[in-house]
Nanobody
Framework: QVQLVESGGGLVQVGDSLRLSCVAS????????AGWFRQVPGKEREFVAA????????SYEDSVKGRFTISRDNAENTLYLQMNSLKPEDTAVYYC????????????????WGQGTQVTVSS
């Protein structure tokens, strides 16, 4: 059982940056693909970014391409999401997740989820 704990959310202004972190309980975090998803009330959870086990492959949802960067430090069992040029539409609860597959961009393929961290972008 992998436990994931996110941090780094908060209230920011349009154009600001935030870095989300997600620490995994497993020392073998490098055996899991990982990703970030987000959800706003009344809507389904949506894909934001994914990264392969080694970090060599990444994928992004179109609206965050060029603004967000997903990365991981397997030595520290930590997943990151660097978010730049934030917009009001980025406001959501952000979840990190881990999958036993090497890489996945679909939420149904993820096995473990964090509790979420709120990101609010004010205009």
């Amino acid at each position: 059982q992998v436990q994931l704990v996110e941090s780094g959310g908060g209230l920011v202004q349009v154009g600001d940056s935030l870095r989300l972190s997600c620490v995994a309980s497993e020392r073998t975090f490098n055996r899991y693909g990982a990703g970030w998803f987000r959800q706003v009330p009344g809507k389904e959870r949506e894909f934001v970014a994914a990264i392969s086990r080694s970090g060599g492959i990444t994928s992004y949802e179109d609206s965050v391409k060029g603004r967000f960067t997903i990365s991981r430090d397997n030595a520290e069992n930590t997943l990151y999401l660097q978010m730049n040029s934030l917009k009001p539409e980025d406001t959501a609860v952000y979840y990190c997740a881990a999958t036993r597959t090497s890489f996945a961009a679909i939420s149904s393929l993820y096995d473990y989820w964090g509790q979420g961290t709120q990101v609010t972008v004010s205009s």
